[in-house]
Every structure is written in structure tokens, then in C-alpha cells.
């Protein structure tokens, strides 16, 4: 038997002996011991209490009588110190009344003395099955009684969770935050989140993307203007306490960088044309496709405001570092879309999703959305299959070798196929079962075609 949790299998069970025999103490820590458990152990209630306030044990057998009290004593002030500890009592033999008193004060179980070590392994087996579903099933009461927070992000990969965890703790705050993510990895997305989960969702949210305005038009849209008697408010004033979400902020002209990093510094910002300041108190959120760090090397972007945005930083990752999000993705967008278009569509075959998971995603999200959109357009039936996707997805719409040498096309074709086909079915055994190469053709292809895995 592994006894490792089940939740997580790096955690070994930990359990503390509290047991005045020496005989019964060590021979039962042995015992526990060669059954694959960390054992502790302590002879007295006050070394078993220092114990359990120095490690956060899973089981803890302890004897009824003990030198400095009892063992319900002890397990009370156990309970205290962690109330996720599972107890057994060791009782003497025939004590029936101290059993069920170690039952009333929450003891999962008791043993009784002599303790019969193949009795002692079906109590722990039963013991931490037990705990295992307890402790699941309080984590999913806890996931019912808090509604997902982020329940517009879709996905439950590795990289996703960790995100929405680290998205979390920044809402809490009221702290500028930079997104940084390929393009239609969902950073607006994660903006809004990040407003809609902190102390300020009840205020307003206002997004600009950078790149799409002419600068005068920008800076009155940001700062605000009093030029020629019209007064423009500006959207760091309008968005009041709420949150500013600054799309592509490399686009931004150098001057407007310095006027936006005085509002950041100073709070405060004056309209163009106007005569006073006025307070800036919305968080700001800003994103980018770019390296800033590159293009403050290169003189483009304004190194204090770059320092200044670099503080709170996340990373969105793209989708091909998280392709366990794409079965989601595709239910979610398939619902969408076949919505939005009145269709019947409800699914994605299996083959489907696993042509979509073996696919580049350039364009991330976004372009999975816009792939799916299309899909369903297309799907006469009620499943989207391999032939409703947009043909150049696994890259069967690449263009064509600029030779007309037919040996160098034929050796551009077979990479494209070899790569794909690698794509779809990463496990080169699949893969050259399905291409009907040998193992080792295989490999050779690989290496003189210089495909990259
Ligand atoms: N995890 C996700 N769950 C559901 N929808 C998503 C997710 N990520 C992105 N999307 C959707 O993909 C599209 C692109 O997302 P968004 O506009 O937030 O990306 P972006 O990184 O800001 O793109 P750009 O850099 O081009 O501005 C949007 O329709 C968004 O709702």
C-alpha cells in the first residue's frame, strides 16, 4: 500500500505517536514505520502538544493514560492546534466507558491494548480513505459557497489556475497592474477580471487601446481637454475610483509616456489647455504584445514609466502553453457561437479537438474563437468534424516552396506532413504507425528534414 495522500502524492501521512511504554511506543512507530508513514513520537500530553504545534500531522494515535493526563485531554487541545487531525485512542483492554467517552470527544476510532498491528492497518486504511473524501468534500462545499470569481475566464489548466490564483491576490489590492501577452491571449479579459474581483467593481471600467488614436484625440480621451471653450473630462478623471485599462501601451507617443507616468507618480494630471490639476485615483491597468524592456533600449518607450509598470507584472501565457484549456474553449465557444448563429451545433468531435490541440494558435484565443465561429457556419450537422475547421489551421494552406525543382517541393511537403501528422500525435510510435514509417524512418526524417519538435 503507497501511503501517500491521495491528493497529493508528494505528501507522505503523518502520523504522531503519543504512548508512555516504551515497548508499545516503538514497536508501533516501527511497525507504521515499514508501513511507508513518517512517524513522530512522544511520550507525555506536553511533548505531544510541543509536536503537534511544530508539524501539521494527519493521524495521531495516542494513549488514554498519560503521565502529565489523558489522551482526551489531549486530543481536545490537539483539535485546537489542528483541527484537520484524526485521532485514535488506545484504550486498556475491556474499557468500555473510556472508549465511548473517546468517541464523544471526537475521536475517529480507539484500539485497544494489546494493539493487533493487522487490526491497527485496517483502522488506518479506513482512517484515511475517510479523511481523503472528508477533506474533498469540504473543498468542494468551499467551491460551491464561493461562486467562481473569474467565471468569464474559461479554462482549468496548470498555467490558468495559477494565473487566477495570482489575479486574485492583485484584485484584492488597489495596485496598477501590467499584462503582458501575445496578441488575443485574453488580456482584456483578465483586466476586467482583475476590476470586476477588487475593492472598486462597483465603479466604472474604461478601456482605450492605444494604437487606434491620433495623438491630440488620445490625449484628450486620457487627460481630458479644455481647448477652443469644449470641455472634454478625460477618462483617468471619469473612471472616478474604478479602473483605466490601457491597451497596447507601447504605442503610446513619448510625451503622452511622461504626462502618464506623472499621473501614475503624482495622482494627479491637468487637461491640455486647462489651467488646474485634478486628482487621478482609479487603478490603472496597462497591456502589451511587446518587449518593453527592448524598446526602452532602443529609445521608444520612457525608462521611469517602464520601472514604474514592471512593478506588478503578469504574465498571460499563449495558448500553445496551455492546451488543456482548449476542450473547454471550444464547448464554450461552440455554444456561443451556435447561439448567436441559430444553429444546432453542440459539440466538437473528439478528432476535432484533437486536430485543435495540435494546431500553432498564433493568434491564441482570439483566433481559436474566430477558427470555432467558422466551424460552426460551416457544420451541416449537429458535431463540428475535422472538415468544418478553416483548412490553413494545421498548416495545410502554407505556401508553396518558391522552387519548381520537384525533388526540393516533394522534401517541403513531406516536412509539412511529418510536422503535422508529429503535432497531432506527439508520440513518434502513433505518429509513424500512422504516417507507415518505421521507427527509426521516422527519426531519420526528423534529422534530415530538420523538424523542430
Ligand atoms: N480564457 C478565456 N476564456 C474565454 N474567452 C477568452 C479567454 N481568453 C480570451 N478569450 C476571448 O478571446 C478574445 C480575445 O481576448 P482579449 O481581447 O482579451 O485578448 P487580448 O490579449 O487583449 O488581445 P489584443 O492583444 O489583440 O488586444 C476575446 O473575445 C475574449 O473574450
Redesign the pocket.
Given at each position: 500500500m503507497s501511503n501517500r495522500l491521495s491528493s497529493d502524492p508528494a505528501v507522505v501521512r503523518q502520523i504522531l505517536i503519543v504512548e508512555d511504554e516504551p515497548i508499545i511506543r516503538n514497536t508501533l512507530a516501527e511497525f507504521l514505520s515499514s508501513e511507508g508513514y513518517q512517524v513522530t513520537k512522544a511520550v507525555s500530553v506536553e511533548e505531544g502538544i510541543s509536536r503537534a504545534r511544530e508539524k501539521d500531522f494527519h493521524l495521531a494515535i495516542c494513549d488514554i493514560q498519560l503521565p502529565d493526563g489523558d489522551g482526551i485531554k489531549l486530543m481536545r487541545l490537539m483539535h485546537k492546534i489542528n483541527p484537520s487531525v484524526f485521532v485514535l485512542i488506545i484504550t486498556a483492554y475491556g474499557t468500555v466507558e473510556s472508549a465511548v467517552e473517546a468517541f464523544k470527544a471526537g475521536a475517529f476510532d480507539y484500539l485497544t491494548k494489546p494493539v493487533i498491528f493487522e487490526d491497527l492497518a485496517n483502522k488506518l486504511r479506513r482512517v484515511f480513505e475517510y479523511r481523503d473524501l472528508y477533506l474533498e468534500n469540504q473543498k468542494l462545499r468551499r467551491e460551491l459557497a464561493q461562486p467562481n470569481r473569474f467565471d468569464?475566464?474559461?479554462?482549468s489548466s496548470e498555467p490558468l489556475r495559477v494565473l487566477q490564483e495570482t489575479i486574485g491576490k492583485i484584485a484584492a489590492t488597489h495596485s496598477n497592474v501590467l499584462l503582458v501577452?501575445e496578441?488575443?491571449?485574453?488580456?482584456?479579459?483578465f483586466a476586467r477580471a482583475i476590476h470586476s474581483a477588487g475593492p472598486m467593481r462597483d465603479e466604472k471600467f474604461l478601456a482605450v487601446n492605444c494604437g487606434t488614436r491620433p495623438i491630440e484625440l488620445l490625449e484628450a480621451e486620457l487627460f481630458g481637454s479644455e481647448a477652443g471653450g469644449k470641455t472634454q473630462p478625460g477618462i483617468l478623471r471619469t473612471a472616478g475610483g474604478g479602473t483605466v485599462f490601457l491597451?497596447e501601451i507601447a504605442s503610446l507617443p513619448m510625451g503622452t509616456q511622461t504626462k502618464l507616468l506623472r499621473a501614475i507618480e503624482y495622482q494627479e494630471s491637468m487637461p491640455s489647455g486647462g489651467a488646474e490639476t485634478y486628482t487621478v485615483s482609479c487603478r490603472i491597468i496597462t497591456?502589451t504584445?511587446e518587449d518593453l524592456l527592448r524598446l526602452v533600449g532602443d529609445g521608444n518607450f520612457e525608462e521611469d514609466l517602464f520601472y514604474r509598470l514592471d512593478g506588478v507584472k503578469i504574465r498571460i501565457p499563449p495558448l500553445r502553453e496551455r492546451l488543456d484549456d482548449i476542450p473547454e474553449?471550444v464547448d464554450?465557444f461552440v455554444a456561443k457561437h451556435s447561439r448567436a448563429l441559430r444553429k444546432r451545433v453542440v459539440s466538437a468531435s473528439s478528432e476535432t479537438i484533437r486536430l485543435l490541440m495540435s494546431a500553432q494558435w498564433k493568434g491564441n484565443?482570439?483566433q481559436l474563437?474566430n477558427a470555432i465561429e467558422r466551424a460552426v457556419i460551416m457544420c451541416d450537422g449537429t458535431q463540428i468534424e475535422p472538415g468544418d475547421l478553416p483548412p490553413d489551421l494545421l498548416g495545410l494552406g502554407q505556401p508553396l516552396p518558391d522552387t519548381d525543382d520537384l525533388r526540393s517541393a516533394l522534401r517541403h511537403y513531406e516536412r509539412l506532413h511529418i510536422t503535422r501528422v508529429l503535432r497531432q500525435w506527439p508520440d513518434k510510435r502513433e505518429a509513424a504507425k500512422r504516417l507507415k514509417l518505421g521507427l527509426s524512418s521516422l527519426y531519420r526524417k526528423i534529422e534530415e528534414l530538420s523538424i523542430e519538435l
Open positions: 468569464q475566464i474559461v479554462g501577452g496578441t488575443g491571449t485574453g488580456k482584456e479579459l491597451d497591456s504584445s474553449l464554450h484565443v482570439r474563437d
